[in-house]
């Protein structure tokens, strides 16, 4: 089992920033695939906005390139992710997502997981 905990929401006028962590633990997971996703106000939909493999290669949605930076510490099995030039629209829960593989156990297979999420208002 791996338990994520993300931190670093809160309250910013728009341009301001924010960074956003999420801390993975769990014994014996080897941790893969890490992402952020966004639930927007009113939505049932996560948007994926940005992800990073163990081997630190990047994707991020298009609405956030140029402002958000995704990075990682593999042996601290964290994420981050930096979000400057923040807008109104950029409102919504967060949610760390991490893949994780048990080897050496009887646990078979890619395992995913969510955290708890953490709010991010962006208001004047």
């Known amino acids: 089992q791996v338990q994520l905990v993300e931190s670093g929401g809160g309250l910013v006028q728009p341009g301001g920033s924010l960074r956003l962590a999420c801390t993975a633990s769990g014994s014996q997971a080897v941790i893969g695939l890490m992402s952020w996703l966004r639930q927007a106000p009113g939505k049932r939909r996560r948007e994926s906005i940005a992800?990073?493999?163990?081997?630190?290669?990047?994707e991020y949605a298009d609405s956030v390139k140029g402002r958000f930076t995704i990075s990682r510490d593999n042996a601290k099995n964290m994420v981050y992710l930096q979000m400057n030039n923040l807008h109104p629209d950029d409102t919504g829960v967060y949610y760390c997502n991490a893949d994780a593989q048990f080897p050496g156990t009887d646990k078979r297979g890619n395992y995913n997981y969510w955290g708890q999420g953490t709010q991010v208002t962006v208001s004047s």
């Open positions: 992800s990073i493999t163990s081997g630190f290669v990047t």
